[in-house]
């Protein structure tokens, strides 16, 4: 499954905003989404790969400022 990529991607989360609620739960399979305050900001399934965790943890933290919520973009690498 995808829990082991799920918890790193908690852990950058907590490192840069410890005030985060990080939640995750089994989804469909091959699923791979990434919501912040309930708003899906990227999709495993459309993309076809795992989000880039870097952007994600910025899009956090822009948010955690009172940034609008913006989608991810980028992709890891294949």
Do not use: C
């Amino acid at each position: 499954g995808y829990a082991p990529r799920y918890e790193a991607l908690k852990k950058q989360i907590l490192a840069k905003v410890p005030s985060a609620n990080v939640t995750g739960n089994a989804g469909r399979t091959k699923s791979f989404e990434v919501k912040i305050n309930d708003q899906l900001v990227y999709s495993k399934l459309s993309k076809g790969s795992f989000p880039d965790f870097e952007e994600v943890v910025l899009r956090v933290l822009e948010v955690s400022q009172g940034k609008p919520v913006q989608p991810v973009i980028g992709m890891q690498k294949s």
